[in-house]
T-cell receptor, first 114, second 112 residues
Framework: SAVISQKPSRDICQRGTSLTIQCQVD?????MFWYRQQPGQSLTLIAT?????????ESGFVIDKFPISRPNLTFSTLTVSNMSPEDSSIYLC???????????FGPGTRLLVL | EDQVTQSPEALRLQEGESSSLNCSYT??????LFWYRQDPGKGPEFLFT???AGEEKEKERLKATLTKKESFLHITAPKPEDSATYLC?????????????FGRGTSLIVHP
């Protein structure tokens, strides 16, 4: 497993603004994932971020709304752009390790958009 | 399309009252089934991975089992600190995907 941290842990934002969420891992990982968990719902994958390449987005999510950076093997950021109240959610990053199929999650960022 | 259904949606138990949570799945080929625990406002915490029918894994008061169509998470003599949402996820062989499909979870409350 790994120690995964996220910043901020929570935030309250005004509509139309943007928020960048950071995810830091204590060991090098190839793949990092960003999920959204809306109230009462399960986890929905936003995108997969590999170091050195463009993020791969799932259906319904676009780069202009959720730009992702992956500058090295231990760090990634997700930006939620031009926010609306519908973006209020918990945002989670996760990682997996070569030879393992289990994903390990960070503590999450709880976002409220007013 | 791969589907994962968890039941019940919510479960209330008295301390010491054993019970089971269910995760049924419809997938083309199972590579792995995962159980997570999620406390309110926090990220999911990994519990178990099961790979084949008949496999069982245990951790403290929790035991996970797997059949060809479903998995059970048995909770023996639960304590209030076991209160959490339990998530099930499956990873399939279709299309070489490495992305698990998550169920909606079972919210467990254990009363003292």
């Amino acid at each position: 497993s790994a120690v995964i941290s996220q910043k901020p842990s929570r935030d309250i934002c005004q509509r139309g603004t943007s928020l960048t969420i950071q995810c830091q891992v204590d060991s090098q990982v190839t793949m990092m994932f960003w999920y959204r968990q809306q109230p009462g719902q399960s986890l929905t994958l936003i995108a997969t971020a590999n170091q050195g390449s463009e993020a791969t987005y799932e259906s319904g999510f676009v780069i202009d709304k959720f730009p992702i950076s992956r500058p090295n093997l231990t760090f990634s950021t997700l930006t939620v752009s031009n926010m609306s109240p519908e973006d209020s959610s918990i945002y989670l990053c996760s990682v997996d390790f070569p030879g393992q199929e289990t994903q390990y999650f960070g503590p999450g960022t709880r976002l409220l958009v007013l | 399309e791969d589907q994962v259904t968890q039941s019940p949606e919510a479960l209330r138990l008295q301390e010491g009252e054993s019970s089971s949570l269910n995760c049924s799945y419809t997938v083309s080929g199972l590579r792995g089934l995962f159980w997570y625990r999620q406390d309110p406002g926090k990220g999911p915490e990994f519990l178990f991975t099961l790979y084949s029918a008949g496999e069982e894994k245990e951790k403290e008061r929790l035991k996970a089992t797997l059949t060809k169509k479903e998995s059970f998470l048995h909770i023996t003599a639960p304590k209030p600190e076991d209160s959490a949402t339990y998530l099930c996820a499956v990873l399939t062989t279709s299309g070489g995907s490495y992305i698990p499909t998550f169920g909606r979870g079972t919210s467990l409350i254990v009363h003292p």
